[in-house]
């Protein structure tokens, strides 16, 4: 497992950009796999955004997100980011880094398989 600390997040207005980050101090960073997740209020589930392999490619986003939010990760430096881009009012949510042994299979992403989880970072887009 990892201790996963989140930084980032914010308000911002429509068509704004946040970056997310997700660090640890462990070095066995490079050994798991890596995803954000989202959660809206009054919703139980975790919904996927992105997710990228233990080296950070090949990497993937939602369908409906492509275009605008990118998943990479620096294993120098043990981070993940999320570079959201044009953010609209739909993506107010807390998003949460996972990470998950890079042995299993990445795809599908299903948030039950993750067991590492950072502490949430709140994004609010409006104006």
């Known amino acids: 497992q990892l201790n996963l600390v989140q930084s980032g997040g914010g308000s911002v207005p429509p068509g704004g950009s946040l970056r997310l980050s997700c660090t640890t101090s462990?070095?066995?960073?490079?050994?798991?796999?890596m995803a954000w997740f989202r959660q809206v209020p009054g919703k139980e589930e975790r919904d996927y955004v992105a997710?990228?392999?233990?080296?950070?490619?090949?990497?993937y986003v939602e369908d409906s997100l492509k275009g605008r939010f990118t998943v990479s990760r620096d294993n120098a430096r043990n981070t993940l980011y999320l570079q959201m881009d044009k953010l609209e009012p739909e993506d107010t949510a807390v998003y949460y880094c996972?990470?998950?042994?890079?042995?299993?299979?990445?795809?599908?992403?299903?948030?039950?398989?993750?067991?590492?989880w950072g502490q949430g970072t709140q994004v609010t887009v409006s104006l």
């Open positions: 462990q070095r066995t960073f490079g050994h798991f796999s």
């Open positions: 997710v990228t392999t233990w080296s950070g490619a090949p990497s």
């Open positions: 996972a990470a998950k042994l890079a042995t299993m299979a990445l795809l599908p992403v299903n948030a039950s398989h993750f067991n590492s």
